[in-house]
C-alpha cells in the first residue's frame, strides 16, 4: 500500500517568517494530496489539497506545490502568525487502493 | 462543524471488555474512514467502506472489526481491550472515491 513521509517532525519558526514542510509517497498511482492542520485536542481539519492533474495551488498565505516525478509534494505557509501554530498532516490517496494514508506529521510552533 | 458525528466523545473501559464506536457521516457522502490516533501519534489508517462495501484496509487488529449499514453510518467494534488500544478514534467521510474527506470529532477510548 501507499508509505507517506513527512519532514520535518517538528518546525519553529518566528511569527512572519515562512514555514515549508515535505511529503514524499510511494505510489505512483496516487493522485490526490491533501494537507490537513489538528490544533491540541481537535479534529483534523482539510486546509488545502491539490490533486494529479496540476502542479501548483495557492489559497491566500497557503500553498501547495507537486512534483509527480519525483513523487513529492510540500506545503508552503507564508506570513505566519501564532495562531498557525499545530501540527501538519500530509495525505496521499491512492487510484488502485482508495484508501488516504498520512504522513506522520510536523508540529508547527510560531513564535511571536 | 464537519456534518461528521462520532459518538461517544469519550469512553472509558476495562482491559478484556468490547466497544462499539459510531460515526454518522456527513449527508450523501458515500466513503467513511477510520482511523487510531494515540497519544501525540500520527493518523493510522485501519478501514475505509464506500456504500456498504468495504474498500480498503490498513493496519486493523483481528481484534477490531468495522461495518457500514444501509444508512450509511458507520461503526468500530474494538474486541479484548487492551491498554495499548486507548487512543483516539476518528472517522471521516467523503462524497466519493476521489474527493476530500472531512472527520468528526472523535472518540476518545480509555481502557484501564
Known amino acids: 500500500g501507499e508509505n507517506v513521509e513527512q519532514h520535518p517532525s517538528t518546525l519553529s519558526v518566528q511569527e512572519g517568517d515562512s514555514a515549508v514542510i515535505k511529503c514524499t509517497y510511494s505510489d505512483s498511482a496516487s493522485n490526490y494530496f491533501p494537507w490537513y492542520k489538528q490544533e491540541l485536542g481537535k479534529r483534523p481539519q482539510l486546509i488545502i489539497d491539490?490533486?494529479?492533474?496540476?502542479g501548483e495551488k495557492k489559497d491566500q498565505r497557503i500553498a501547495v506545490t507537486l512534483n509527480k516525478t519525483a513523487k513529492h509534494f510540500s506545503l508552503h505557509i507564508t506570513e505566519t502568525q501564532p495562531e498557525d501554530s499545530a501540527v501538519y498532516f500530509c495525505?496521499?490517496?491512492?487510484?488502485?487502493?482508495?484508501?488516504?494514508?498520512f504522513g506522520a506529521g510536523t508540529r508547527l510552533t510560531v513564535k511571536p | 462543524d464537519s456534518g461528521v458525528t462520532q459518538t461517544p466523545k469519550h469512553l472509558i473501559t476495562a482491559t478484556g471488555q468490547r466497544v462499539t464506536l459510531r460515526c454518522s457521516p456527513r449527508s450523501g457522502d458515500l466513503s467513511v474512514y477510520w482511523y487510531q490516533q494515540s497519544l501525540d501519534q500520527g493518523l493510522q489508517f485501519l478501514i475505509q467502506?464506500?456504500?456498504?462495501?468495504?474498500?480498503a484496509k490498513g493496519n486493523i487488529l483481528e481484534r477490531f472489526s468495522a461495518q457500514q449499514f444501509p444508512d450509511l453510518h458507520s461503526e468500530l467494534n474494538l474486541s479484548s481491550l487492551e491498554l495499548g488500544d486507548s487512543a483516539l478514534y476518528f472517522c471521516a467521510s467523503s462524497p466519493g472515491k476521489f474527493t476530500e474527506a472531512f472527520f468528526g470529532q472523535g472518540t476518545r477510548l480509555t481502557v484501564v
Open positions: 467502506y464506500y456504500n456498504g462495501e468495504e474498500r
Open positions: 491539490i490533486r494529479s492533474n496540476v
Open positions: 495525505a496521499a490517496r491512492s487510484v488502485g487502493n482508495n484508501d488516504m494514508r
